[in-house]
Nanobody, 121 residues
Framework: QVQLVESGGGLVQAGGSLRLSCAAS????MGWFRQAPGKERDFVAAISRTGFITYYADSVKGRFTISRDNAKNTAYLQMNSLKPEDTAVYYC??????????????????WGQGTQVTVSS
């Protein structure tokens, strides 16, 4: 398994921006998920091991950007034009099974500790 350490959450007003970081102990395809109170953990974005392939949930497409710096084994989630409905705990995840990219929660076998993102209206 891969060790993951997240950072970058916080409180921001609607329309603002935040960048989340996820430092990993190895290079795998990676994803971001989020979980709002009382709701299931949902897919947000994913990126392949090389960084050449990305995929987004429709709800964040055009506002969020996933990227990675393989020299630092770190993935990022740049979140712009934030909305109150983006409020959730955000988790980064790693898929060590050498899949190109996955949007399925069950394919990820390592998880970060989670970071709170709160967007006020």
């Amino acid at each position: 398994q891969v060790q993951l350490v997240e950072s970058g959450g916080g409180l921001v007003q609607a329309g603002g921006s935040l960048r989340l970081s996820c430092a990993a102990s190895g290079r795998t395809s990676m994803g971001w998920f989020r979980q709002a109170p009382g709701k299931e953990r949902d897919f947000v974005a994913a990126i392949s091991r090389t960084g050449f392939i990305t995929y987004y949930a429709d709800s964040v497409k055009g506002r969020f950007t996933i990227s990675r710096d393989n020299a630092k084994n770190t993935a990022y989630l740049q979140m712009n034009s934030l909305k109150p409905e983006d409020t959730a705990v955000y988790y980064c995840a790693a898929d060590s099974a050498l899949r190109e990219l996955s949007i399925r929660l069950e394919n990820y076998d390592s998880w970060g500790q989670g970071t709170q993102v709160t967007v006020s209206s």
